[in-house]
């Protein structure tokens, strides 16, 4: 539809036609039950039903095409109704958990990722998703980590920046493309004390340096919406702050698309206490330009009335409204209601998917330890043991739509690669110990003790028999995701004490660790030879393993999060300020900024991850010491495979800012690449530095660069290479 004949739709409209265009309800309206959704139905009037612009959280082809169908038939204008639906990391096929996909440092690769699961999506009927998550996020307590792409915002704006791409394509006309929906807008992942929902209280120049940088870089992408987040910022909460939506958004970042807001936080502005009403929470929204309200009934209920009274203008409704119509009109709802809906089978996976997902879990694994070269595995007797083991949840608890008896288990990779009678298996224990608190409530299992014991005394005898032991370990999946924030993140204890007890049988023992944030794992590494994160693989979890145990692929996984030695490190980050009190590296600490029982530091820093070969780094150099800000510098070094397997490794430019008007980090990670080396071969790896990656929000309140003494580092992990020096005049 052309622009002048939307208007004209918009104008033909009625106000309550033009105010449920605004309004979001759960699927569950849409369905003879709310197996969907888990939300009961009969929650909204069937007016709002029958106008709401927009669902979310329902799927299926034959489903939608019929809702659609009859939707249309009675809308007063026949505009169709748009399908949402949160695809966060896979539809059908589930590829690993954002944090997964992070610690891949391979940003073609997750837009390769986002492309499949759009094709897959839409062919169900949806239009858009709620993703690329772009929160960054420094705290392990935060159970929502998981579905970030971590602690840095280069990373996660290269990470977010291609998973728009990847939904949307060159133009969302094309039914294999979806919208895209840049979220929790915004500083969601600082959350105060790590626990979900709460205040974040920033300082502008952490909060434009840090927090804003991935959004911002998404949205010049383009991507349809921009949702808004539960939490406040410094004291107004996001979903009514015209400093966040109108000043920076539409302003600064020129985001033109639609501003939605995440599942009811229009109307707990009121338990924010920053809204007297339903009808106040809906101004507020309103005037900070929040276009659609997701799921809070407050535009059903009031908009209509504001507008009437003229406390909301007509011409601030009909903008909105537009939004949402220029929405439908560039995914061609208009021509094609049913745009992408596979009919026949839906969408299934296919081998290209499965290998995709496969690719992505090798890539995603980080291997921290690997002592006498324990990987990769050799033909010898091996058992599997623990409660992840043969476990067919590998996939996150954002990612509903895919069925997990698609998923392939490590036991079952196994059983592909070894002859069955090299392997055993044995699950060890529970995974929880009892009664648990999960998202899903009370883990309870009946006879625990018994159940326990009996798992351990099988696992005992497969441990003996074996040569060496995988330990297939970690957190629950249900224990990371929306609204599980722990003070506590230690694995199981009866994780850890099958742990103790099988080593007791004296074999090698390798442990892959399952979970959606960091653990504290200093016990886990002292028991075992290798140690290897794997995040929540999804459908190809236990391909992915195995290539990588087998040494068919080398890990090539870098952490896109610290592991830190304590929770009370929390919120951790490798990019934090010198203090004027610097403890000197593994120098004493008395009188400076350090900690009587630990390290400053993480166990597992930034950025770090092992190979089964090894590089070095040659002769890391710059191109000149000094740089006008119309000039550049080449920052380049030699890396050289000096193993005997072909890996990948991923070469990190950190740079300094030594003196300036506002403190900076010790480094900050400035660009990266991953390049993928045989035995023996060496490449040149260079990068650019240029004056616009010196800026920063300085004590003048200006994003600008400040000339002075700069520190490069070209290495392997935020922790080492040697500094180069450069100066900017
Ligand atoms: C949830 C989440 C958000 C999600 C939305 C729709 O509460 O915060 O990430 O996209 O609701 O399911």
């Not at 007297?276 to 309103?286: I, N, S, T, V």
């Not at 002592?371 to 990612?399: C, H, M, V």
Request: charged residues 25%; contains cysteine.
């Amino acid at each position: 539809m052309d622009k002048k004949a939307l208007e004209a739709l918009l104008n033909d409209m009625s106000t309550e036609e033009k105010v449920m265009q605004l309004v979001q309800i759960p699927g569950s309206e849409y369905e003879a039950s709310a197996e969907i959704t888990g939300i009961e139905r009969g929650q909204v009037k069937d007016n709002v039903k029958k106008l709401a612009g927009s669902t979310l959280g329902i799927w299926g082809s034959k489903r939608l095409r019929k809702i659609q169908e009859q939707y249309i038939k009675e809308h007063p204008h026949h505009i169709p109704l748009m399908f949402m639906l949160d695809v966060i990391h896979g539809h059908k096929t589930v590829l690993p958990c954002p944090l997964g996909q992070g610690a891949t440092f391979d940003p073609d690769a997750v837009k390769k990722g986002a492309e499949m699961q759009a094709q897959e999506a839409s062919a169900d009927g949806v239009h858009a998703t709620f993703s690329p998550m772009a929160d960054l996020c420094r705290d392990a307590r935060w159970g929502r980590i998981m579905e970030s792409t971590g602690e840095d915002k280069i990373l996660n704006s290269r990470m977010a920046t291609a998973m728009v791409e990847g939904y949307q394509g060159d133009d969302l006309k094309d039914s294999d493309h979806i919208a895209a929906c840049v979220k929790h807008y915004a500083a969601y992942g600082a959350a105060e004390a790590g626990r979900d929902y709460n205040n974040t209280e920033l300082s502008e120049h952490t909060l434009r340096e840090h927090y804003l940088r991935a959004y911002s870089e998404a949205i010049k992408k383009d991507p349809s919406m921009v949702m808004t987040s539960f939490n406040s910022v410094n004291g107004i909460p996001a979903t009514g702050n015209k400093f966040l939506m109108k000043k920076i958004l539409r302003e600064e970042f020129g985001f033109k698309g639609v501003l939605i807001s995440d599942w009811g936080a229009v109307g707990e502005m009121i338990n924010h206490g920053f809204a007297e009403d339903q009808r106040d929470a809906a101004l507020k929204a309103m005037q900070a330009g929040v276009d659609i309200d997701m799921c809070s009934g407050c535009y059903s209920s009031s908009l209509e009335d504001l507008v009437n009274t003229g406390a909301v203008s007509m011409q601030m409704l009909d903008e909105a409204v537009l939004r949402v119509l220029n929405m439908k009109n560039d995914l061609g709802l208009f021509e094609d209601p049913y745009r992408g809906i596979d009919m026949d089978a839906g969408p299934v996976i296919t081998d290209e998917s499965r290998n995709l997902a496969r690719e992505t879990v090798a890539a995603s694994l980080v291997l921290l330890e690997n002592k006498d070269k324990t990987l990769p595995l050799r033909k010898e007797k091996y058992a599997f043991i623990g409660p992840y083991a043969d476990n067919k949840k590998l996939q996150s608890s954002w990612a509903f739509s895919g069925d997990d008896k698609n998923t392939v288990t490590v036991w079952e990779a196994a059983k592909e690669v070894y002859e069955p009678e090299s392997i055993k298996v044995s699950a060890g224990c529970t995974m929880l110990d009892q009664d648990t608190m999960t998202a899903r409530g009370k883990r309870h299992v009946d006879n625990w003790e018994e159940e326990n014991s009996k798992l351990m005394a099988e696992a005992i005898k497969a441990a003996e028999w074996a040569d060496t032991v995988i330990m297939c370990l970690g957190e629950d999946f249900a224990q990371s995701g929306e609204a599980t924030s722990k003070v506590s993140i230690e694995i199981p204890n009866v994780q850890l004490n099958l742990l103790k007890e099988i080593k007791k049988a004296g074999k090698k023992i390798v442990t892959l660790i399952f979970t959606g944030r960091p653990l504290e794992l200093n016990e886990v590494r002292e028991l075992s030879d290798a140690l290897m994160i794997c995040w929540l693989p999804g459908t190809e979890g236990g391909h992915g393993i195995m290539d990588i145990l087998t040494g068919k692929v080398s890990p090539s996984g870098r952490l896109p999060v610290s592991f830190p030695y304590t929770v009370g490190q929390e919120p951790l980050h490798y990019d934090m300020y010198p203090t004027g009190r610097p403890r000197p590296e593994n120098g004493p600490s008395a009188f400076t900024s350090s900690y009587l029982d630990c390290e400053n530091g993480a166990l597992y820093p930034f950025g770090y991850g092992l190979s089964y070969t090894s590089f070095e780094f040659i002769n890391p150099k710059l191109s000149a010491q000094k740089m006008s800000d119309t000039e550049t510098i080449t920052a380049s070094v030699i890396v050289r495979n000096i193993g005997d397997m072909k890996g990948s490794v991923t070469v990190q430019l950190y740079i300094r800012d030594v003196t300036s008007s506002r403190v900076r980090p010790i480094r900050e990670l400035a660009d990266f690449k991953k390049i993928s080396l045989d035995p023996g071969a060496e490449e040149e790896v260079s990068f650019v530095i240029n004056e616009e990656m010196l800026r920063f929000w300085t004590a003048e309140e200006k994003w600008e660069s400040e000339a002075g003494k700069f520190l490069v580092w070209i290495c392997n992990s935020s922790r080492d290479g040697q500094a180069l020096e450069f100066r900017l005049i």
